[in-house]
């Protein structure tokens, strides 16, 4: 199905750093994995992408996922004539969505992404997927379900790419197969409190924990801080960067500043 979404940009938000089951299938298309489903989403002129699903399926699962209810519009208009280096990275990323990801997919992504490249992560989490994941589609795997990597054997997980994160999925997984923590009662949480929440499992930390609250529950406040973000805040916002300019938006513009430091190294 055809679809116009206007702020919107496929790859940009492809390989923007928030979900790592985007796979690039020619010029403008991606394959997604996500929410039990798999789509091909092609971007086309006058602001229009072709779904590979039904209307149904687009208003129930991608059309949330991609956050398309949201305006992105009014994000310019609140940037200073002052910071040019924040207008620039808007100028460049403009389009990204901020996904609305499932929270365990989120967090063992998160947990795995650590000291890691997006290549690498990507490659790392279809393993996953292909030896855990139920099967979709041929050539398409869900993510695991709590249950079958809490049921992991260590060595398989290591044979996945983990490396010393093993454990700490291990961990995570059973405490939320094992009704420790409820995911789902988390959203009810307000932000520090959710962080505190999330910071239970192994592993996870305040960067981990700010990016499962921003791409999973879209608490829009949080402000992942990984390497990338260290050296812009040191290079251009050395007195902090200033979220309370950008209430509800400051990790949209987090996302901005990340991709466009990436784009200036070379990165995309």
Not at 44 to 63: D, G, I, K, M, Q
Not at 186 to 193: G, V
Not at 222 to 249: Q, S, T
Request: charged share 20%; hydrophobic share 45%; proline share 5%.
């Amino acid at each position: 199905m055809l679809a116009k979404i206007p702020d919107f940009n496929l790859a940009l938000t492809a390989n923007s750093g928030q979900s790592f089951r985007f796979h690039q299938q020619g010029k403008g298309v991606f394959s997604l994995t996500a929410c039990g489903r798999h789509v091909f989403i092609e971007q086309l002129p006058s602001e229009t992408c072709r779904f590979s699903c039904n209307a149904e399926e687009f208003a129930s699962v991608w059309h949330p996922y991609l956050d398309l209810d949201r305006d992105y519009s009014a994000l310019g208009a609140l940037i200073g004539a002052n910071d040019t280096y924040l207008a620039r990275a808007y100028q460049y990323a403009r389009g990204i969505r901020i996904l609305r990801q499932e929270p365990f997919e989120a967090l063992i992504c998160f947990i795995v992404s650590q000291r890691k490249s997006i290549p690498a992560i990507r490659s790392c989490i279809e393993a996953l997927a292909r030896r855990y994941g139920k099967p979709i589609c041929p050539d398409a795997f869900a993510f695991p379900e709590p249950a079958a990597l809490a049921a992991a054997n260590a060595a398989e997980l290591a044979a996945c790419g983990l490396g010393y994160r093993v454990p700490y999925v291990l961990e995570t997984a059973r405490m939320v197969d094992g009704g420790v923590v409820s995911l789902e009662a988390l959203r009810h949480l307000d932000d520090a409190a959710l962080e505190a929440a999330l910071q239970r499992f192994p592993g996870v930390g305040r960067k981990v924990a700010a990016c499962v609250m921003l791409f999973a529950y879209q608490r829009m406040e949080a402000f992942p801080v990984d390497v990338w973000i260290e050296r812009v805040l040191r290079e251009h916002y050395p007195e902090g960067f200033p979220a309370y300019r950008f209430k509800g938006m400051a990790g949209i513009l987090q996302q901005y500043l990340f991709c466009y430091a990436r784009h200036l190294a070379g990165r995309d």
